[in-house]
């Protein structure tokens, strides 16, 4: 544009153009931070170390680790009774496993011994289903009976038969059955007469006690 435009123009009231600001030149050896750090008094940053640098996280804290919260120290008295305490819990503790172990070992041992019972009496019971006499002796704190006919029970209180117990049923044996059971499972022996007892030592010999006095059903 010409001088003499230029002059008709501003003689008409408009004004040149502004320039445009320079930027200033950055400082050398500055680095750009997208961010501003917190500085604390003196231009120190704050939440680091005073060379700037942050604190390694990996380091443990002395003020957690390292060191005992303040108490009262335990005496010697109260640790060998805390001893005394742990030795004698975990004594009780293994009694009561050996206990348990042992009572399951002879839960098994008595099944084992039942079952080889019934094989040993399997279709060897002699009770006749015609029997009509009942022949009362105690087991297992209660009063029981078998049923046996006239020469059934003059064996029997002779000594020369036998009652075992298998699943509730009370089963007429031989003695030498009842011998061999006797040896398998002892506790399964419901009735077994010795002949040279005393007469009184059995008082349900005598059929007249078919229904004694204390029978509990």
Known sequence: MSNSLRDQLMGLGFKPAPKPERPAP????????????????????????????????????????????????????????????????????????????????????????????????????????AAEIARHFPYGEKIKRVYVNEGQLKQLNAGELGVIQIDGRYLLVTAELLAQAEAIFAPAIALKIDPNAPAGDDPYADPQYQVPDDLVW
């Open 26 to 129: 950055a400082k050398q050896g500055a680095k750009p931070s997208g961010k501003h750090e917190a500085r604390g008094p003196g231009g120190k940053p704050q939440g680091g170390r005073p060379d700037g640098r942050k604190p390694d996280a990996r380091k443990p804290d002395a003020r957690r680790h390292g060191q005992r919260p303040p108490g009262k120290p335990q005496s010697r008295e109260d640790i060998d009774l805390a001893k005394a305490y742990a030795i004698r819990a975990q004594r009780e503790k293994d009694e009561r496993i050996a206990a348990e172990a042992a009572k399951q070992e002879e839960a098994r041992k008595r099944r084992e011994a039942r079952a080889k019972l019934a094989e040993l009496v399997k279709d060897k019971a002699l009770n006749d289903p």
